[in-house]
C-alpha cells in the first residue's frame, strides 16, 4: 500500500470520525435548552371586561402584558420552568390578571415530560407542518396550524395559526368563583425556522361564563400584539443566533476538512467563534436594554418632564442662593437621567433618514448651544459655508454625542475645536479635545454597544453615532494624540 493511500485512508478516518464526534456531540448540545433558560416578550392591545359577574362590559381601555419565562431548576435533562403573564390596565395601573404556572420540560426535545407529544417551544429547524404545542400563552392543548411564509423586518419567518374554543380559564381569573369561564381564541406566532426562535404575537379573545355547556354572557372581549420594541428586539437577537447556527452547522464542519489540511484555519474559526458568542451576548444584553427602554420611556420619561417643569418653576420663584443653588444641581441630575434615556432609545429605535437642506457648521453651532458645560472649557467652531443634504434631527444627535464625550473627557477644563475639509463629494469634520487621550487598546473598542470607559454611561452612545453616520453612506473613526473623531458624509445623500 502506496503512502498516498495511506494518507487518503487516514485523512478519511480522521475527518469521518470528527464528523461523527460533530454531528453527535456538538450539535445536540448546542440545540439543547440551557439551564439558564429564560424568555421575556411584552405586547399591548385593548380590551374590556366586567368588574362583577352582574356588572356590564367597560368602556374599551389600553392593556399592557407580558410574558417571562425562567428556568428555576434542573434535573438531568428536565428543566422546570416558572411561567408569568401578568396584563395591567394603562390607565389606571391596575392588574388585571396574573397567572403564573411551573412547567416540566425535556431540554432536549423541547416537549412537556409531564404531558404526551406537546410541545413547550420549538426546536430549531422548524417545518412547514402542523404541531402540537400546550404553550403558556394559549393555556390548553392546542395545534399550531401552518399558516404561510412572512417578513418580520427584513427576517423571513414561518406563521402558525391557532383557532382555540371552549377552553376552561376559570382559574385566570378566581374572583369569579365559582363560575365556570370559557374562552375562545384566535392566535398567531411567527417563527424564525433555523432557530425556532418566536419574535412575534398576535391574540384576539372573548371570554364568557358558561352555565350547563351554554354561554350566558361575555365577560372579557379583547385583542393584543407583541409591541414593536419586544418585536424589533427579539428579531435582532434571532438575527444574531442564525449566524451563530450557521457557523456551527455549515461553517465551521467545513473548516474543520479544510483543517485536516491546513491546521491554521482551526485556529482562526476558533477565534471567530469566540467573536460570535460574544456577540451572542451583547445582542442578549441588548433585548433586556430594549424591552427596558420601552418601560423606561413610558414609566420615567413623562415623570421626570413634570419634575423639570416644576424646578423650573420653582427656580423662578425663590431668592436664597442656596435655595437656587440646590434647585440647579436638581434640574442638572434630572437632564442627566433623561441623556440616559435617550441614549438607550437612540440606539434601539429605527428611523427613517429625511433628506434636509443643512448649513453643517450653523447645525454645529447650534448644538453647542445647547449642550451644557463650565466656563473652564472652550469650544472653538471654525466657520465654514459648506452646505450638505442629510438628516438634521440625526445629526443633531450625532453632534451631541460626539460634543459631550469630548467634554467628558477634559474633565472640567481644556479646549475642544472644531474644524472642516472640502473633499469635493464628501466633508470631513474634525473633533479634537485636549484630554488625557485614548488608550490605544480602546480605539478598536470604542465603538462596540456596551463598552464604556465611563464610571457612569450606558455605553451606546458612540455606537448610535456609528449606526448615524453608515446610515449615511458616511465614516466614523477616531485617532489618539490628540483625540480626535473623524466624520466623514457624502454632500448628497
Given at each position: ?103 416540566k420540560v425535556d431540554k432536549i426535545t423541547r416537549m412537556h415530560t409531564d404531558k404526551e407529544s406537546q410541545m413547550f417551544i420549538f426546536l430549531p429547524g422548524v417545518q412547514k407542518q402542523d404541531y402540537d404545542f400546550f404553550h403558556p400563552l394559549i393555556f390548553s392543548d392546542a395545534t399550531l396550524i401552518f399558516d404561510g411564509e412572512d417578513t418580520v ?104 476538512i479544510l483543517g485536516i489540511i491546513a491546521i491554521s484555519s482551526l485556529f482562526y474559526l476558533r477565534k471567530k467563534l469566540v467573536i460570535s458568542r460574544l456577540e451572542i451576548i451583547k445582542k ?210
Amino acid at each position: 500500500m502506496n503512502d498516498a493511500i495511506k494518507l487518503t485512508i487516514i485523512v478519511t478516518s480522521v475527518v469521518g470520525a470528527m464528523m461523527v464526534i460533530w454531528s453527535g456531540v456538538i450539535i445536540p448540545e448546542f440545540e439543547k435548552l440551557p439551564n439558564d433558560y429564560s424568555f421575556y416578550m411584552e405586547y399591548d392591545g385593548e380590551d374590556k371586561i366586567i368588574e362583577t359577574v352582574d356588572g356590564e362590559l367597560s368602556d374599551v381601555f389600553k392593556l399592557r402584558e407580558s410574558i417571562s419565562l425562567k428556568a428555576t431548576s434542573n434535573q438531568g435533562n428536565t428543566l422546570e420552568i416558572l411561567s408569568e403573564i401578568k396584563g395591567v390596565r394603562l390607565d389606571t395601573d391596575e392588574i388585571v390578571f396574573d397567572v403564573t404556572n411551573n412547567y416540566k420540560v425535556d431540554k432536549i426535545t423541547r416537549m412537556h415530560t409531564d404531558k404526551e407529544s406537546q410541545m413547550f417551544i420549538f426546536l430549531p429547524g422548524v417545518q412547514k407542518q402542523d404541531y402540537d404545542f400546550f404553550h403558556p400563552l394559549i393555556f390548553s392543548d392546542a395545534t399550531l396550524i401552518f399558516d404561510g411564509e412572512d417578513t418580520v423586518k427584513d427576517l423571513k419567518v414561518y406563521k402558525f395559526t391557532v383557532i382555540s374554543e371552549k377552553n376552561d380559564i376559570s382559574f385566570v381569573f378566581p374572583q369569579f368563583e365559582p363560575n365556570v369561564i370559557w374562552s375562545d381564541t384566535e392566535t398567531t406566532f411567527w417563527v424564525q425556522p433555523t432557530t425556532g426562535d418566536v419574535v412575534k404575537f398576535k391574540r384576539t379573545w372573548e371570554d364568557y361564563f358558561v352555565v350547563d355547556g351554554e354561554k350566558i354572557k361575555t365577560m372579557q372581549i379583547g385583542g393584543k400584539e407583541s409591541t414593536q420594541y419586544s418585536t424589533d428586539i427579539l428579531v435582532e437577537a434571532t438575527k444574531a443566533k442564525i449566524q451563530y447556527v450557521n457557523y456551527y452547522k455549515i461553517v465551521l464542519p467545513t473548516f474543520i476538512i479544510l483543517g485536516i489540511i491546513a491546521i491554521s484555519s482551526l485556529f482562526y474559526l476558533r477565534k471567530k467563534l469566540v467573536i460570535s458568542r460574544l456577540e451572542i451576548i451583547k445582542k442578549e444584553k441588548l433585548v433586556m436594554i430594549g424591552n427596558l427602554s420601552s418601560r423606561i420611556a413610558h414609566d420615567i420619561r413623562n415623570p421626570l418632564n413634570v419634575i423639570s417643569m416644576n424646578l423650573e418653576l420653582m427656580e423662578s420663584n425663590v431668592k436664597s442662593d442656596a435655595e437656587i443653588t440646590r434647585i440647579n444641581r436638581m434640574i442638572k441630575a434630572t437632564k442627566t437621567i433623561t441623556y440616559q434615556v435617550e441614549n438607550v432609545l437612540d440606539f434601539v429605535r429605527e428611523r427613517p433618514i429625511e433628506n434636509n437642506d443643512i448649513k453643517i457648521g450653523k447645525l454645529i453651532d447650534r448644538v453647542i448651544t445647547t449642550v451644557t458645560y463650565p466656563d473652564t472649557i472652550t469650544i472653538q467652531n471654525q466657520e465654514t459655508d459648506i452646505s450638505i443634504k442629510a438628516d438634521k434631527n440625526q445629526l443633531d444627535i450625532l453632534f451631541t454625542n460626539l460634543i459631550l464625550n469630548s467634554i467628558q473627557a477634559l474633565k472640567n477644563k481644556g479646549e475642544i475645536n472644531i474644524k472642516y475639509q472640502d473633499m469635493g463629494e464628501r466633508i470631513q469634520i474634525l473633533i479634537s479635545d485636549s484630554g488625557d487621550g485614548l488608550l490605544e487598546t480602546n480605539v478598536k473598542k470604542i465603538f462596540e454597544p456596551l463598552f464604556t470607559t465611563k464610571q457612569q454611561g450606558t455605553g451606546l452612545g458612540l455606537a448610535s453615532c456609528r449606526t448615524i453616520v453608515t446610515s449615511h453612506k458616511g465614516t466614523l473613526n477616531v485617532r489618539i494624540n490628540p483625540t480626535t473623531f473623524i466624520v466623514e458624509l457624502p454632500k448628497n445623500l
